[in-house]
C-alpha cells in the first residue's frame, strides 16, 4: 500500500513542479514582454514628432470652389476645414465623440483593456468568417492610425498601433489628443476634422455645431459613407439618435437635453452642381498654379461664375441645339469675367470642353477682323463698295444666295454677309494683316493667310472669338477672360486677388465704334435677326462650308456671348447656320443674363482722325488769324517769322472818343520774297557759316 501511495505522489510532484516552472516562465515572459513593451513605447516617444508637425500634416489638400455669389459649387481633394483648437471645439461636439467612439477615454492609457477583452472574443467567434475586428480601437489608437499607419487589419499593425498610442498618451495630454483626433478623423464625402465636415454637410464653421449636428458628425465615423447625410438622410438621423442615447447613457447629457434635441430640424447644406459648371471649374483651377505657390492649406476659390446666368446658358443650348450635335457657349462681363460656361449638352457623358479646348471654323464670324482691319485702313461704314465676282489666285468666292448685289456700303456688306466684298477688302489690307488683327484680339490658334481665310477657314477656339467680341465691345480695349476673382486660405488670409487691366489698346475708339456700328446693323436688319432680345445687340453670325458649323457672337449691355454648334465629327447637319440655332440660343441666354442691367445704347457716332477728315477751306484761303485782332484778323509776320512794325491811324470821321483800329501801312505789307540760291542759303545759315569762315573784307549784297 505504501508503495502504491508513493507512486501516485510522483506524478503529482512532478505536475506540480513543472506547473511552477511554467509560472515562473509566464512571470518571466510577462516581465520581459512588460520591459520590451516599456523599451518599446520609450523609443516610439522619442521618434514621435512635436505636436505642431502632427497638426501640419495634412494628407492632401482641399480646394472649395465658390460661385459669384459665394455659394460653394463644388469641393474637390481632401478637405481639412480650418484647424480648431482644443477650446474653440463645443463641448456638445467633445462629448459626443467621447460618448461613441471611446467611453472610458479619460480613464485609460492609450488602450482600453475592456475594449481590448471584447475584441479578442469578436474575433474568436468570427474566425474564419473574414469579417473585421470590432471594439479595440481607442480614440488614441484611432489618431496613430489616422497619421502613422494604415487600415489593414493585420495583427502586426495592431501591436505598433498599440505602441503608438501608449507613447502618445505619455507625450501628449489628453486634450491635445483630442484635437488631434476631431481635426483629422473623416467623415466622408472627403471631409476630414469637424470642421470641414460641418462647413460640407450643414454650410458653417464647425464652432457653431448644436447638439442635433454634432450627434449627426459624430455617428458618421463609424460608417462615413452610409451614414453620410447628402447620401441618406434617413440613415443618419437614425445613427445620429443612437449617439444622443449613447451621449445620455454616459451623463454627457440629461434626458430633457436628449428630448429637447430635434433631429429632423437640422438644415442640411444643399449639394453643389456637378454637371454643366464643371466645364467651368475644369477650366479655371488649373489656373492656380500660376496664380499662387501653397501646396498644403485648403483654399478658398471665388469665381466668377453666375449660378443664375450658367442655368440660362445651359437650358438655351439644350433647347436650340439640333439633334445629333453638340453645343457650347461662353459668355463674358465687361472686363473678361466668364459668367457662364457651356462646354457641351452633358458634362457626365463627356466632360471635353469644346467652348475652350475644341477647334473649329468660325465661318463668316471671322470677317469682323476683316472688316476691322479696313476700318483700320480707312474706310467707314458708308464707304461704297461693289458686290461683284472676283478671282484671287484661282480662287471665286461665291455668295450664299449665288448673286451680286452691285453698288453697295460697307456697313450692308457686312449685315448680309457678303463674301465678294470681304475677299476684296482683304486683298486689298492683306492677308498678313487680317491675321494679325486677329492675332492682336486674341486668337491663339494657328492662322493662315490664303485668300479664302476671309471667310473663316483658320480653325479657332470659342473663347478667343468671344473675348475678340468682346474687346470691340470695350471700344478697342484689351479683354482678357478670367475665372478667379481671389483666393483666400480657410482662414481668410489673402493669396490672391484679380485686378483689371485696362492698359492694351488694341485699336483706336473709331474702329471699335465703327465695328459696333457693323455688328449691330446685323443683327437689325442682316443675318443675325433671330439674335434680337428687345434691346441693342451688335453681332455676327457664322456658317462654315457644308453646314458643319454654326457660330454667333454678340454682346449687349456689357455682356459678350459667344455660341458654337456642330458635331464632333465634323459632319454635315442640315440647317446648321449662325443665324438660326446658335443666334435663337443667344437670344434666350441674353434674355435672363441682361435682365436685371440697364439698357445701353452703343456709341457707333465718334470722331474720326484729322487724315480722314475733308480738311476747311480756311486752311488753305483766307486770311491769317493769330488771335491778335486788327486788321486781316492778326499780326502780320515777315518771311523770317518776324513782326511787321504796324502804324496807328486816326479811326475815320464820325467816331468818338479814344478807341482806334490798328491798320497796317500798305508800304509795311511784306513783299513776297524771290525763292533763289540766296534765299535759301540765308534760311538755313549757311550766310553766317561763310562770314566766320572768310575774312571780312567784303560785305555781303543786299538781298534784292
Not at 375 to 399: F, K, Q
Not at 513 to 527: I, R
Not at 585 to 600: G, T
Amino acid at each position: 500500500m505504501a508503495g502504491s501511495s508513493k507512486s501516485k505522489g510522483a506524478p503529482r510532484g512532478r505536475a506540480k513542479t513543472w506547473a511552477l516552472r511554467g509560472l515562473k516562465i509566464g512571470l518571466a515572459a510577462a516581465v520581459a514582454g512588460f520591459l520590451a513593451l516599456v523599451i518599446a513605447v520609450v523609443i516610439a516617444m522619442q521618434s514621435l514628432p512635436n505636436y505642431d508637425s502632427l497638426k501640419s500634416s495634412p494628407n492632401g489638400q482641399m480646394i472649395r470652389v465658390h460661385a459669384a455669389d459665394g455659394s460653394v459649387i463644388v469641393s474637390l481633394g481632401p478637405s481639412f476645414g480650418q484647424w480648431l483648437s482644443y477650446d474653440q471645439i463645443p463641448e456638445v461636439m467633445v462629448d459626443a465623440m467621447v460618448s461613441t467612439e471611446d467611453r472610458r477615454f479619460y480613464l485609460h492609457p492609450g488602450v482600453d483593456p475592456i475594449g481590448m477583452a471584447r475584441a479578442a472574443w469578436v474575433a474568436v467567434e468570427r474566425r474564419g468568417t473574414g469579417r473585421r475586428w470590432q471594439g479595440a480601437s481607442t480614440i488614441t489608437q484611432q489618431v496613430t492610425r489616422n497619421i502613422f499607419l494604415n487600415n489593414s487589419y493585420s495583427f502586426g499593425r495592431k501591436i505598433r498601433e498599440m505602441v503608438l498610442a501608449l507613447a502618445l498618451e505619455r507625450k501628449f495630454s489628453k486634450r491635445q489628443i483630442l484635437e488631434l483626433y476631431l481635426n483629422k478623423v473623416y467623415f466622408g464625402g472627403g471631409a476630414y476634422g469637424i470642421d470641414a465636415a460641418s462647413r460640407k454637410f450643414f454650410g458653417h464653421p464647425a464652432t457653431s455645431l448644436d447638439l442635433p449636428e454634432a450627434a449627426i458628425i459624430a455617428g458618421l465615423v463609424k460608417a462615413p459613407s452610409s451614414y453620410s447625410p447628402t447620401a441618406d438622410a434617413d440613415a443618419a438621423i437614425g445613427r445620429a439618435g443612437v449617439v444622443l442615447d449613447l451621449m445620455q447613457e454616459n451623463d454627457a447629457i440629461s434626458a430633457s437635453q436628449r428630448a429637447g434635441a430635434d433631429l429632423s430640424s437640422v438644415k442640411m447644406a444643399p449639394e453643389p452642381p456637378q454637371n454643366s459648371v464643371r466645364y467651368f471649374t475644369d477650366w479655371a483651377l488649373p489656373q492656380l498654379d500660376l496664380l499662387i505657390d501653397e501646396p498644403n492649406e485648403p483654399l478658398e476659390v471665388y469665381t466668377t461664375i453666375d449660378l443664375g446666368m450658367q442655368n440660362a446658358a445651359t437650358s438655351a443650348i439644350k433647347a436650340n441645339v439640333p439633334g445629333g450635335t453638340q453645343g457650347a457657349l461662353v459668355s463674358l462681363d465687361r472686363d473678361g469675367a466668364v459668367r457662364a460656361m457651356v462646354g457641351g449638352l452633358d458634362y457626365v457623358t463627356s466632360n471635353y470642353n469644346r467652348a475652350t479646348t475644341a477647334t473649329r471654323q468660325p465661318g463668316s464670324a471671322w470677317k469682323i477682323f476683316v472688316y476691322m482691319a479696313a476700318l483700320e485702313a480707312g474706310y467707314t461704314p458708308d464707304t461704297g463698295v461693289t458686290d461683284e465676282p472676283v478671282t484671287i489666285n484661282g480662287w471665286s468666292p461665291r455668295n450664299a444666295n449665288g448673286r451680286f448685289a452691285g453698288d453697295i456700303d460697307v456697313r450692308t456688306a457686312f449685315a448680309y454677309s457678303i463674301n465678294t466684298v470681304a475677299a476684296k477688302l482683304g486683298v486689298e489690307v492683306g492677308f498678313p494683316t487680317v491675321a494679325d488683327m486677329a492675332r492682336r484680339f486674341g486668337v491663339t490658334t494657328p492662322v493662315n493667310t490664303h485668300p479664302s481665310m476671309v471667310l473663316g477657314t483658320s480653325d479657332v477656339r470659342l473663347i478667343d472669338m468671344t473675348r475678340a467680341a468682346a474687346s470691340i465691345a470695350r471700344k478697342g480695349i484689351a479683354v482678357t477672360p478670367y475665372g478667379i476673382t481671389k483666393v483666400t486660405t480657410a482662414d481668410g488670409r489673402m493669396l490672391y486677388q484679380h485686378q483689371d487691366d485696362t492698359s492694351r489698346v488694341l485699336v483706336a475708339p473709331w474702329v471699335a465704334a465703327g465695328m459696333t456700328d457693323l455688328m449691330q446693323t446685323a443683327v437689325s436688319t442682316g443675318t443675325g435677326k433671330a439674335a434680337q432680345i428687345g434691346r441693342p445687340v451688335a453681332g455676327k453670325t457664322g456658317t462654315t462650308s457644308s453646314n458643319k458649323d454654326g457660330y454667333f457672337l454678340g454682346f449687349s449691355s456689357g455682356i459678350t456671348t459667344g455660341v458654337w454648334m456642330g458635331r464632333d465629327d465634323a459632319k454635315t447637319v442640315g440647317g446648321l447656320q449662325g443665324g438660326r440655332a446658335p443666334a435663337r440660343a443667344f437670344a434666350d441666354y441674353m434674355k435672363v443674363a441682361v435682365s436685371k442691367r440697364p439698357v445701353e445704347q452703343f456709341e457707333t457716332q465718334v470722331t474720326l482722325p484729322e487724315w480722314q477728315l475733308e480738311p476747311d477751306d480756311e486752311a488753305y484761303y483766307g486770311s491769317p488769324d493769330n488771335g491778335s485782332g486788327g486788321v486781316d484778323s492778326g499780326m502780320m509776320v515777315d518771311e523770317n517769322g518776324l513782326p511787321v512794325q504796324q502804324r496807328q491811324r486816326p479811326a475815320p470821321s464820325g467816331d468818338e472818343g479814344d478807341d482806334q483800329q490798328l491798320e497796317v501801312d500798305p508800304d509795311d505789307r511784306p513783299q513776297p520774297p524771290r525763292i533763289d540760291q540766296q534765299w535759301i542759303d540765308n534760311v538755313l545759315g549757311r550766310d553766317h557759316q561763310r562770314q566766320q569762315q572768310q575774312q571780312p573784307a567784303t560785305r555781303p549784297s543786299p538781298n534784292p
